[in-house]
Structures are given as C-alpha cells and as structure tokens.
C-alpha cells in the first residue's frame, strides 16, 4: 500500500528537507520503517534507545491517534497519510455578577460590531465584561492576544512576564516599538493596552510564574491562555490549570509551523494526555536557535484570542478535544482528533500527581540554557579560545550552524551544519584539538556528544556559542 507520511518542520533537517515521504506498508510500524530506513538520522529523533516510539512524538493515521488504536501494528491503507507531530519548545459563575454588570453609552458606541450580531449581542458583551483572563507570556503570541482581548471588552486581562524588550522580539512582538527596547515588558504592554481601551482592567505580574506562585495567580481568572515559549513553564501552566479546574487555551509556534487546542474542557484531555513527558533538552531547537516566522504567533495567538471569546461569551464550538496543526508556508490548516488519556498523570481517572511538581527538573533544565549531559572536561569559554588562537596553537575550529546562519556571522573554521556531522565525520582528524561552536552552545554540546562516541577525546564545546564571541571578545560582529 503506498502511504504518504507527513513530515514536520522540526524534523524536516533529518529528511532532506522534504515535508512528505511516500512508501509501501501495510501497517504504521512498517512505514516507519522504511522512513528510518531511507532517512537513519530521524531513528534516534522517534525512537528510544529501547527501540519504542518516544512518549513526545505522537503518530496519526489520517486524523486518528494510534495509541487509541493497534499503536504501530495499526494497519494502513493505500492513500492514507501518517503524520508525525512532536510536541514543540503552550470558570466562575458568571451569573450572579452578570447582573450588575452595565455598559456605559460610551461602551455600547465602542462595541456596536459586537452588539449588533445577535450571536455577541448585548449579553455576550457584558459576559465579555465579566469575563477574566490570564495571558502567560507578554511575547509573540501574547500580543495579537493582548491586543484582541482588550480590543474585544474582556473586563480584566492578567498578564505575567519578567523579561524587557530586546531588539530581535521587535520582528514579531506587535505590541512594542523601537524605542522601547531594554524597558519592561509587562510596563509597556499595559500603557499601550490601556491606551487601545481604557475600560479594561489589567493586573501585571511582573515575577516568574513558578510552582511557588502559580495556582494562587491562577484561582482569580476565568480562562488561562498559554502563550509561553519552553517546556517547563508550559507543562507548569498545564498542570496548574487542571488543579485549579480552568480551561487552558494552548498554542505553540516553531519556524513555520503553528499548533493549537483548548485543553481542559469539561471532560477533554490537557496538554500532558497529548505529551506525557517533555523532549530532553536539546532534541528540540527553541525558536531562538530554530528561528520564526513574524507573522506565525499572529496567526496562532489570534487563533486563542478567538477561542478565548468564545469560551467567555459561550458561543460557537471551542477547538476542545481537537488539535489544530497550521503550516504558514503551504498555508493549509489539519486537525487531528484528541481524546483524553484514562491514564494521564494530572487528568486521568486515578491521577497521582496532585500537586504542582519542580518543572525545571522534570524537562531535564537546570537554568535558561541546555545543560545536556554538561562535562567541564569537554568545555572552553570564549576567553580561553581567543588566547588559544592567539598563541598560534590553533584548534579546529568546527562550526555546526546552517549556512544562512554562517553568512550572518563566523569565526571562520571549518563548517558542517550539525545535522551531516555523523555523515561527515571522516573530514575531521581525531588527532586534532577541535572546538566546537554553534549560536548559544546547544547544538555544538550535542555534536560534542555525538564526536565522543566516535572516538574523538580531543573535543570541546564553546559556551555560549558564538553570540558569547560577539558579546565578550569580537564586539563588531553581528548578533542575531
Ligand atoms: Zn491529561
């Protein structure tokens, strides 16, 4: 039977870049198979080292999970599509306040597109009115949520963030501008919210959302929206809002590719019945080293701002239960069915994990950046690199970005983006003291890792990659 298997953005590095691979199988197990067999890069990318299926990559025939069904033995059918989706670095009652709740003239004049469609009417609006929401993350998808929320009359819009404003969220981050970069986020976004409309109240919590303060934030809200953009603080805002009984508008953004669904529902799945366990660092680029595309958190965060008016106002049918998968670059939207897991450690019938957990721990982080398997023995800091070469005893210098990434910047060296390394590793001389280097130190620790298990011992990884080099020693060369 030839079926068509569908390959994300993520993974596409490992598949020459194509987006689908056809082959001939007669069950899921098969075609993966034959994938892993065309393309051996993807194994260890599905795979554990036990040979099963990683609990963070989930397999669709057509739009049924396989895990409901025989998992890999799940036959196929010509012209059916497997796809791979991997996870990626996502109320009160209302009734008695909704009769207090009044809109001034000044109000009516302001939402008369909404009061006119019966479907919002008057009595949607004042539920808008009434209606609470907390937005994670003042970021790429927390803008056009931002700015929708407020725009659309929700009463009150918590909002949490701590980071200021760096140049490079200017590309995406609709909400600031040019001279406000190195200021508050969370300052900034509420002068310019409060300035699209003055009827909204907003509460900034300017700290790092934790399992210290999370459910205490979380109780004062109606809706919870995810908007983060790593692994810790979505598994924390996922499990926090199945204790605290809210609904959790989820969406994820990676290069060109968007994901989104609203998780606990009633008695829909959350985020972990999708992803039992987070990737281990490092496996799955964050979008500060696998880049995005500006207008792609506009599209996903308008998807939640949306999903969130309705959840509010009670109207229309809420993505729950569904996955929605959107690819910018063929613009074509798939959804995908999901049901939740019995089994499932938060949401399950028996759960055993009642309260909130160390998420740091539990995705394998030790601080912001990857400490993936981390080995001083195998490490050089910038400093020590520049005096190497300055003393005329040059190492290697093996750089494993892209080569759009290599245009941007470079130290020169030899380049061989990380993912032809295991194909290429006979260019490189063991004898040689090589040091390996990347943007922030991500990729190069992995290709460290992958050069000592063929032998190399004369290796070591840059930290902080190169855009440590642009800060400390070379401060003439770009940063992207
Ligand atoms: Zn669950």
Redesign the pocket.
């Known amino acids: 039977m030839a079926v068509t298997i569908i390959i994300p953005t993520p993974l596409r590095q490992y598949s020459g870049n194509k987006d689908t691979v056809k082959v001939q199988a007669g069950t899921v197990g098969e075609a993966l198979a034959k994938l892993t067999g065309e393309h051996p890069e993807l194994r260890r990318h599905l795979y554990n080292d036990e040979g099963q299926l990683r609990s963070f990559v989930n397999i669709y025939v057509n739009d049924e999970d396989i895990r409901y069904s025989r998992k890999t033995e799940t036959p196929v059918k010509e012209g059916d599509s497997i796809s791979i989706v991997p996870s990626i670095a996502g109320g009160v009652d209302t009734t008695e306040t909704l009769e207090k709740i009044n809109l001034s003239n000044e109000e009516i004049r302001r939402y008369s597109r909404h009061l006119i469609m019966p479907e919002v009417g008057m009595e949607g609006q004042r539920k808008l009115k009434a209606g609470s929401v907390l937005i994670i993350g003042a970021g790429g998808l927390g803008s056009p949520l931002g700015l929708y929320l407020t725009a659309a009359g929700v009463g009150r819009i918590g909002i949490v963030d701590y980071d200021t404003i760096d140049e490079s969220n200017l590309q995406r981050q609709v909400l600031y501008s040019t001279d406000q970069v190195g200021e508050s986020k969370l300052t900034k976004a509420k002068e310019r919210l409060h300035g699209l409309n003055p009827y909204v109240q907003f509460d900034a919590y300017e700290e790092h959302l934790s399992s210290e303060n999370a459910l205490d934030i979380f109780k004062d809200y109606e809706v919870i929206v995810d908007g983060t953009d790593n692994f810790p603080t979505r598994y924390l805002v996922n499990d926090a809002s ?1 204790l605290t009984g809210k609904p959790n508008v989820y969406g994820s953004i990676f290069r060109f590719e968007g994901q989104a669904s609203v ?1 606990g529902l009633d008695d829909g ?5 999708l992803y039992p366990e987070p990737p281990p660092p490092g496996l799955v680029p964050s979008c500060a080293e696998g880049g995005v595309f500006g207008v792609l958190p506009g599209i996903v965060g308008s998807i939640q701002a949306n999903e969130v008016i309705k959840l509010l106002t009670g109207i229309g049918e809420p993505l729950q239960g569904r996955l929605l998968l959107f690819d910018a670059l063929k613009m074509s939207f798939r959804e995908l069915k999901l049901r ?2 019995p089994e ?5 019938d028996n759960p055993t994990q009642k309260e909130l957990i160390d998420y740091e721990q539990f995705c394998g982080v030790e601080s912001s950046w990857s400490e993936y398997k981390r080995d001083a023995e195998y490490e050089i800091e910038v400093e020590e690199l520049k005096q190497l070469l300055d003393s005329g005893k040059k190492p290697v210098v093996l750089d494993v970005r892209e080569p759009h990434e290599y245009e941007i910047a470079n130290l020169g060296g030899e380049l061989i983006p990380l993912r032809e390394l295991p194909s290429r590793l006979k260019e490189l001389d063991s004898a040689q003291d090589i040091v390996v280097h990347c943007k922030m130190g991500g990729r190069s620790q992995e290709a460290v890792e992958l050069l000592k298990s063929a032998g190399f011992r004369k290796v070591k990884n840059l930290v902080g990659g190169i855009d440590r080099w642009a800060q400390i020693v070379d401060t003439s060369l770009p940063r992207y």
């Open positions: 199945v998780f799945p959350c985020y972990r019945c939740r897991n499932c450690p938060v949401c399950g």
